[in-house]
């Protein structure tokens, strides 16, 4: 049941308009759509952090407790750090998904949602 960051970012590389960006400062990558952050961690890291809205947020960690929570920094503004480890794959797919689908330009999302990536 168990999810790793290489599988996440499978997920969103597989998603049109999405990349990679090493942040130094920050010591581990970000997966985005543009120049927007929809998830980061770090690859040997056992939790990653994934942007969500409020209530999402809010669903996540009541029905999850175990996997989600607030995450630090970010988590004002509904994101979740989720523990990898006892994440259910299905779920956390959806979840980023969804991410990408709220911060992807409306194009992209059409694009993707019509079959035509």
Known sequence: ???TYAQVREW???LPGTREVMVEQWGHPTLRVGDKMIAGGAPDSPTMSVKATREEQAE???GAPQTYAVADYV??????????ASA???ELHQVVVEAWRRTAPKRLVKEYESGQH
Request: glycine residues 10%; aromatic residues 10%.
């Open 75 to 84: 988590g004002r503004y509904g994101w979740v750090r989720v523990d990898l």
């Open 1 to 3: 049941m168990a999810v």
């Open 60 to 62: 996540l960690i009541a």
């Open 12 to 14: 969103v590389l597989a």
């Open 88 to 90: 259910d794959p299905e």
